[in-house]
Protein backbone atom coordinates (compact mmCIF):
# COMPACT_ATOMS: atom_id res chain seq x y z
CA UNK A 1 0.00 0.00 0.00
CA UNK A 2 1.29 3.56 -0.48
CA UNK A 3 -1.34 5.84 -0.14
CA UNK A 4 0.82 8.83 -0.74
CA UNK A 5 2.71 8.80 -4.02
CA UNK A 6 5.15 12.21 -3.18
CA UNK A 7 4.70 15.62 -1.24
CA UNK A 8 5.23 19.14 -2.42
CA UNK A 9 5.86 20.42 0.46
CA UNK A 10 3.07 19.89 2.76
CA UNK A 11 0.55 19.38 -0.17
CA UNK A 12 0.64 15.37 -0.56
CA UNK A 13 0.17 13.79 -4.01
CA UNK A 14 -1.54 10.69 -3.29
CA UNK A 15 -1.99 7.07 -5.59
CA UNK A 16 -5.90 7.09 -5.21
CA UNK A 17 -6.28 10.60 -6.80
CA UNK A 18 -3.50 10.09 -9.19
CA UNK A 19 -5.12 6.44 -10.00
CA UNK A 20 -8.21 7.78 -10.96
CA UNK A 21 -7.60 10.81 -13.28
CA UNK A 22 -6.02 7.68 -15.44
CA UNK A 23 -9.14 5.92 -15.23
CA UNK A 24 -11.09 9.18 -15.92
CA UNK A 25 -8.73 9.76 -19.06
CA UNK A 26 -8.99 6.06 -20.22
CA UNK A 27 -12.78 6.02 -19.62
CA UNK A 28 -13.13 8.70 -22.00
CA UNK A 29 -11.03 7.47 -24.45
CA UNK A 30 -12.80 4.67 -25.11
CA UNK A 31 -16.45 6.29 -25.35
CA UNK A 32 -14.42 8.38 -27.53
CA UNK A 33 -13.46 5.29 -29.47
CA UNK A 34 -16.79 3.88 -29.61
CA UNK A 35 -18.92 7.00 -30.17
CA UNK A 36 -19.08 7.28 -33.50
CA UNK A 37 -20.90 3.60 -34.40
CA UNK A 38 -23.50 5.30 -32.11
CA UNK A 39 -23.85 8.65 -33.98
CA UNK A 40 -22.20 10.58 -31.23
CA UNK A 41 -19.26 12.52 -31.86
CA UNK A 42 -15.70 12.57 -29.80
CA UNK A 43 -17.05 16.62 -28.66
CA UNK A 44 -20.14 15.46 -27.33
CA UNK A 45 -19.08 12.77 -25.50
CA UNK A 46 -15.72 14.79 -23.92
CA UNK A 47 -18.96 17.65 -22.86
CA UNK A 48 -20.79 14.54 -21.23
CA UNK A 49 -18.02 13.09 -19.38
CA UNK A 50 -17.18 16.09 -17.73
CA UNK A 51 -20.90 16.47 -16.43
CA UNK A 52 -21.24 13.04 -15.56
CA UNK A 53 -17.93 12.24 -13.63
CA UNK A 54 -18.37 15.57 -11.84
CA UNK A 55 -21.80 14.70 -10.73
CA UNK A 56 -20.45 10.78 -10.20
CA UNK A 57 -17.79 11.82 -7.78
CA UNK A 58 -20.30 14.51 -5.57
CA UNK A 59 -22.81 11.17 -5.80
CA UNK A 60 -20.11 8.83 -4.72
CA UNK A 61 -19.35 11.48 -1.46
CA UNK A 62 -22.82 12.17 -1.08
CA UNK A 63 -24.03 8.11 -0.63
CA UNK A 64 -20.71 7.75 1.52
CA UNK A 65 -21.99 10.89 4.07
CA UNK A 66 -25.70 9.30 4.04
CA UNK A 67 -23.76 5.85 4.95
CA UNK A 68 -21.41 6.87 7.59
CA UNK A 69 -24.35 9.64 8.56
CA UNK A 70 -23.59 8.64 12.61
CA UNK A 71 -19.76 9.71 12.32
CA UNK A 72 -20.36 12.66 9.86
CA UNK A 73 -23.03 13.80 12.31
CA UNK A 74 -20.10 13.60 15.61
CA UNK A 75 -17.64 14.96 12.91
CA UNK A 76 -19.30 18.05 10.33
CA UNK A 77 -15.92 18.68 10.30
CA UNK A 78 -15.37 16.06 7.95
CA UNK A 79 -17.87 16.26 5.31
CA UNK A 80 -15.94 18.42 3.39
CA UNK A 81 -12.54 17.07 1.56
CA UNK A 82 -10.52 17.82 -1.45
CA UNK A 83 -9.22 14.26 -1.54
CA UNK A 84 -10.29 11.34 -3.57
CA UNK A 85 -11.13 9.64 -0.37
CA UNK A 86 -14.47 8.80 1.36
CA UNK A 87 -16.39 7.66 -1.77
CA UNK A 88 -18.75 4.80 -2.91
CA UNK A 89 -18.78 3.30 -6.15
CA UNK A 90 -22.85 2.65 -6.17
CA UNK A 91 -23.26 6.89 -5.69
CA UNK A 92 -20.87 7.22 -8.22
CA UNK A 93 -22.78 4.78 -10.89
CA UNK A 94 -26.32 6.53 -9.80
CA UNK A 95 -25.28 10.27 -9.87
CA UNK A 96 -22.80 9.71 -12.90
CA UNK A 97 -25.30 7.32 -14.88
CA UNK A 98 -28.81 10.74 -13.67
CA UNK A 99 -26.46 13.13 -15.47
CA UNK A 100 -25.53 11.41 -18.35
CA UNK A 101 -29.26 10.62 -19.18
CA UNK A 102 -30.15 14.35 -18.43
CA UNK A 103 -26.86 15.34 -20.84
CA UNK A 104 -28.96 13.54 -23.23
CA UNK A 105 -32.15 14.39 -22.86
CA UNK A 106 -31.25 18.04 -23.29
CA UNK A 107 -28.64 17.44 -26.28
CA UNK A 108 -31.49 15.73 -27.94
CA UNK A 109 -29.80 12.13 -28.50
CA UNK A 110 -31.25 8.61 -27.93
CA UNK A 111 -30.37 7.41 -24.16
CA UNK A 112 -29.84 3.84 -25.33
CA UNK A 113 -27.61 5.04 -28.11
CA UNK A 114 -25.47 7.00 -25.34
CA UNK A 115 -25.31 4.49 -22.77
CA UNK A 116 -24.50 1.87 -24.77
CA UNK A 117 -21.38 4.27 -26.26
CA UNK A 118 -20.26 4.94 -22.69
CA UNK A 119 -21.17 1.79 -20.47
CA UNK A 120 -17.98 -0.39 -21.40
CA UNK A 121 -16.06 2.60 -20.36
CA UNK A 122 -17.68 1.92 -16.90
CA UNK A 123 -16.19 -0.86 -16.72
CA UNK A 124 -12.56 0.52 -17.34
CA UNK A 125 -13.01 2.79 -14.70
CA UNK A 126 -13.86 1.07 -12.16
CA UNK A 127 -11.65 -1.63 -12.79
CA UNK A 128 -8.65 1.00 -13.12
CA UNK A 129 -10.41 2.57 -9.86
CA UNK A 130 -10.06 -0.40 -7.90
CA UNK A 131 -6.03 -0.54 -8.22
CA UNK A 132 -6.36 3.15 -6.66
CA UNK A 133 -8.33 1.18 -3.57
CA UNK A 134 -5.48 -1.24 -3.48
CA UNK A 135 -2.44 1.26 -3.18
CA UNK A 136 -4.92 3.44 -1.00
CA UNK A 137 -5.41 0.58 1.60
CA UNK A 138 -9.28 0.88 1.66
CA UNK A 139 -11.50 -1.77 0.31
CA UNK A 140 -9.71 -5.14 1.30
CA UNK A 141 -10.58 -8.04 1.73
CA UNK A 142 -11.64 -10.76 5.16
CA UNK A 143 -8.65 -11.92 6.81
CA UNK A 144 -7.84 -14.93 4.70
CA UNK A 145 -5.23 -18.19 5.41
CA UNK A 146 -1.43 -18.10 5.17
CA UNK A 147 -0.26 -19.10 1.88
CA UNK A 148 -3.66 -17.45 0.04
CA UNK A 149 -2.10 -16.17 -3.07
CA UNK A 150 -1.73 -12.57 -3.10
CA UNK A 151 -2.61 -11.90 0.54
CA UNK A 152 -1.85 -8.64 1.96
CA UNK A 153 -1.23 -6.66 5.23
CA UNK A 154 -3.36 -4.08 6.01
CA UNK A 155 -2.49 -1.03 8.16
CA UNK A 156 -2.64 -1.50 11.87
CA UNK A 157 -3.49 -5.42 11.63
CA UNK A 158 -0.46 -8.18 11.46
CA UNK A 159 -3.52 -10.91 10.13
CA UNK A 160 -3.24 -11.53 5.93
CA UNK A 161 -6.37 -10.18 4.18
CA UNK A 162 -7.90 -11.17 0.93
CA UNK A 163 -6.83 -8.94 -1.98
CA UNK A 164 -10.23 -8.20 -3.04
CA UNK A 165 -10.00 -5.02 -4.79
CA UNK A 166 -7.54 -7.17 -7.30
CA UNK A 167 -10.18 -9.54 -7.70
CA UNK A 168 -13.08 -7.01 -8.10
CA UNK A 169 -10.52 -5.87 -10.68
CA UNK A 170 -10.04 -8.69 -12.40
CA UNK A 171 -13.89 -9.74 -12.49
CA UNK A 172 -14.51 -6.03 -14.32
CA UNK A 173 -11.53 -6.77 -16.56
CA UNK A 174 -13.81 -10.21 -17.45
CA UNK A 175 -16.73 -8.46 -18.12
CA UNK A 176 -15.28 -6.21 -20.34
CA UNK A 177 -13.64 -8.87 -22.44
CA UNK A 178 -16.79 -10.80 -22.63
CA UNK A 179 -18.64 -7.12 -23.73
CA UNK A 180 -15.84 -6.24 -26.00
CA UNK A 181 -16.15 -10.03 -27.37
CA UNK A 182 -19.59 -10.15 -28.14
CA UNK A 183 -19.97 -6.90 -29.70
CA UNK A 184 -17.70 -8.19 -33.07
CA UNK A 185 -19.94 -11.37 -33.04
CA UNK A 186 -23.56 -9.79 -32.31
CA UNK A 187 -25.84 -7.36 -33.48
CA UNK A 188 -26.89 -6.20 -30.63
CA UNK A 189 -29.87 -4.05 -29.90
CA UNK A 190 -30.26 -0.64 -28.70
CA UNK A 191 -29.33 -0.97 -25.06
CA UNK A 192 -28.24 -4.36 -24.99
CA UNK A 193 -24.87 -3.36 -24.23
CA UNK A 194 -26.19 -1.15 -21.52
CA UNK A 195 -28.01 -4.13 -19.94
CA UNK A 196 -25.37 -6.30 -20.16
CA UNK A 197 -22.79 -3.96 -18.43
CA UNK A 198 -25.01 -3.32 -15.66
CA UNK A 199 -25.60 -7.14 -14.76
CA UNK A 200 -21.76 -8.40 -15.57
CA UNK A 201 -20.95 -5.60 -13.11
CA UNK A 202 -23.46 -6.30 -10.63
CA UNK A 203 -22.52 -9.97 -10.62
CA UNK A 204 -18.97 -9.18 -10.03
CA UNK A 205 -19.79 -6.78 -7.07
CA UNK A 206 -21.87 -9.38 -5.18
CA UNK A 207 -18.85 -11.94 -5.81
CA UNK A 208 -16.54 -9.75 -4.71
CA UNK A 209 -18.50 -8.77 -1.90
CA UNK A 210 -17.76 -12.33 -0.30
CA UNK A 211 -14.15 -11.87 -0.03
CA UNK A 212 -14.44 -8.14 1.26
CA UNK A 213 -14.14 -7.89 4.61
CA UNK A 214 -17.70 -7.35 5.64
CA UNK A 215 -18.87 -7.90 9.60
CA UNK A 216 -20.02 -5.35 12.18
CA UNK A 217 -16.81 -6.02 14.02
CA UNK A 218 -14.56 -5.56 11.61
CA UNK A 219 -16.69 -2.34 10.55
CA UNK A 220 -16.79 -1.17 14.41
CA UNK A 221 -12.81 -1.98 14.18
CA UNK A 222 -11.93 0.17 10.95
CA UNK A 223 -11.37 -3.16 8.93
CA UNK A 224 -14.12 -2.99 6.26
CA UNK A 225 -17.31 -0.44 4.84
CA UNK A 226 -19.74 -2.98 4.53
CA UNK A 227 -22.01 -4.08 6.66
CA UNK A 228 -25.01 -6.93 6.61
CA UNK A 229 -28.29 -6.18 6.42
CA UNK A 230 -29.75 -9.92 6.79
CA UNK A 231 -27.88 -12.87 8.33
CA UNK A 232 -30.77 -15.21 7.95
CA UNK A 233 -31.12 -17.24 6.34
CA UNK A 234 -28.73 -16.24 3.92
CA UNK A 235 -26.16 -12.97 5.04
CA UNK A 236 -26.43 -10.49 2.42
CA UNK A 237 -24.58 -7.09 2.86
CA UNK A 238 -25.40 -3.35 1.35
CA UNK A 239 -23.43 -3.98 -1.07
CA UNK A 240 -24.88 -7.12 -2.33
CA UNK A 241 -28.28 -6.13 -1.95
CA UNK A 242 -27.59 -3.33 -4.46
CA UNK A 243 -25.96 -5.45 -6.59
CA UNK A 244 -28.63 -7.85 -6.95
CA UNK A 245 -30.90 -5.08 -7.68
CA UNK A 246 -28.19 -4.37 -10.95
CA UNK A 247 -28.16 -7.54 -12.19
CA UNK A 248 -32.05 -7.44 -12.08
CA UNK A 249 -31.88 -4.07 -13.42
CA UNK A 250 -29.51 -5.18 -16.19
CA UNK A 251 -31.34 -8.34 -17.60
CA UNK A 252 -34.60 -6.56 -17.43
CA UNK A 253 -33.06 -3.87 -19.83
CA UNK A 254 -31.60 -6.14 -21.96
CA UNK A 255 -34.76 -8.83 -22.34
CA UNK A 256 -36.80 -5.76 -23.14
CA UNK A 257 -34.34 -3.91 -25.76
CA UNK A 258 -34.10 -7.59 -27.90
CA UNK A 259 -37.77 -5.85 -29.46
CA UNK A 260 -35.72 -2.95 -30.63
CA UNK A 261 -34.35 -2.80 -33.84
CA UNK A 262 -30.58 -4.02 -34.31
CA UNK A 263 -27.64 -1.70 -35.01
CA UNK A 264 -25.64 -1.47 -38.18
CA UNK A 265 -23.34 -4.92 -38.07
CA UNK A 266 -20.79 -4.89 -35.02
CA UNK A 267 -17.47 -3.27 -36.74
CA UNK A 268 -13.79 -4.71 -36.53
CA UNK A 269 -12.17 -1.55 -34.97
CA UNK A 270 -13.90 -1.20 -32.04
CA UNK A 271 -12.22 -3.59 -29.56
CA UNK A 272 -9.75 -1.70 -26.90
CA UNK A 273 -6.60 -1.44 -29.41
Same mark, same amino acid.
Given at each position: ?? #?? &????? %??????? $????????????????????????????????????? *?????????? =?????????????????????? /?? %??? +???????????????????????????????? &?? +?? &?????? @????? @? @??? /?? @????? =? $?????? $???? *????????????? &???? !????????????????? %? +??????? /???????????? !???????? /????????? %???????????????LILLGGLMYA????????? #?????????
Amino acid at each position: MH #PV &LFKIG %TFEVRSF $GVVMIVAFMLSVWLAQKRAPKFGISKAQIGDMAFWSI *LAGVFGARIL =FIVQEWSYFAAHPDKLLTLRFE /GL %TSF +GGLIFGLGAALLWAKKKGIPARNLLDAVAPAF &LV +GH &LIGRVG @CLFNG @C @CFG /GV @CPVGT =F $GAIHVE $GDSL *LHYPAQVYDSLMN &LLGL !GIVLFLERRVRFKPGQV %T +GLVIALH /GLARFVYEFWRA !GTDEQVRQ /GLASSTYWF %TKPFPITQAQAMAAALILLGGLMYAFSSRRKALA #PPAEDLAVA
